[in-house]
């Protein structure tokens, strides 16, 4: 039976990796979206010489015999000079020309309706998602929680939904400082160690200027901070071109108890308090209104320019 995956391309700094995001297993469709499938194995393109090759020539597929009788098709999609997704198919015979016809008709309406998403929901400079599509994919992780609430809910080991706000420390001085255009290039390296340090089933977000939000799936308090510290780590040993050391501050908090507008707001509070007392650090909203740090609040994230 001819088997079909989606993979994601995504280049981190100057290495390529190409990731499953869905595929068909019989009858059945599958994808990253589903726990036990959500950390999604990603390799280098190296690992898949036909595409790397067909990729290399830009070409618009290529065709593979990869031996005991089985095949295997590469159909790249391109988004401005860029391949950011492909499709594989594999089947245990070779492709005839009419079936090859109808799969690249296909194809064309694929990549154009790619297009549009890519256009629509993706940021231009860094391909991170943009702030029009958050609310939908904030909606998604909530609905896929742990059912009704619990008496286990807020438990420090509990599995949940994270949401936090990252902002570049004194980033105004480093367009001030070296212009803008190094100023872009470090918001493309950050969102590129912020594709490298997150999962797949984790969604990253620019807000605009060099705020990003993070939506961090199903981890305990523990692994949550473990994952953002070892982010905001990361960023601290990087070396940007020209502008050199580079850090960042981080609000958090859970997606359980509030909207989206609340919960932003939150993380936006802690974010802030990361920024006053020292930058280069990550804050846990709750923790902070447990020791009397902050006072609660709902704040209205859209009526609020950060920084």
Known sequence: MPVVRAL????IGEETYVRPKAWIDGD??????????????RLP?????????????????????????????WLPVWLQDKVVACL??????????EI??????????????????????????TGLFNRKTFDA??????????GGPSEHDDHPQQPQHWLAVVDIDHF??????????????????????LRSSFRAQDRIFRFGGEEFVILLRSASLETARQIFNR????????????????????????????????ILGHADQALYYAKEHGRNQVCHYDELVKAGDLQPQAAAHDDVELF
């Open 28 to 41: 059945t469709l599958h994808s990253i979206e589903e726990p036990e499938h959500a950390e999604g194995t």
């Open 88 to 97: 594989e198919l594999r089947n245990g015979s070779p492709f005839s020309p």
């Open 8 to 11: 994601e391309v995504v280049s």
């Open 172 to 193: 105004k001085q480093v367009n001030d400082r070296f212009g803008h255009l190094y100023g872009d290039e470090v918001l493309i390296l950050m969102a590129n160690l």
């Open 231 to 262: 982010f905001r780590m990361a960023v601290e040993a990087h070396a940007f071109p020209q502008v050199g050391r580079v850090t960042v501050s981080l609000g958090f908090v859970s997606t359980r108890h509030g909207s989206s507008v609340e």
């Open 45 to 73: 393109l190296a690992a898949y010489p036909a595409l790397a090759r067909c990729i290399a020539e830009r070409s618009a597929s290529v065709e593979e015999d990869q031996g005991a009788g089985g095949y295997a098709l």
């Open 100 to 125: 090859l016809n109808v799969i690249h008709g296909i194809f064309h309406v694929y990549r154009n309706y790619q297009s549009l998403l890519d256009y629509s929901e993706r940021d231009a400079l």
């Open 137 to 146: 994919e904030f909606a998604r992780p909530v609905a896929q929680g742990h």
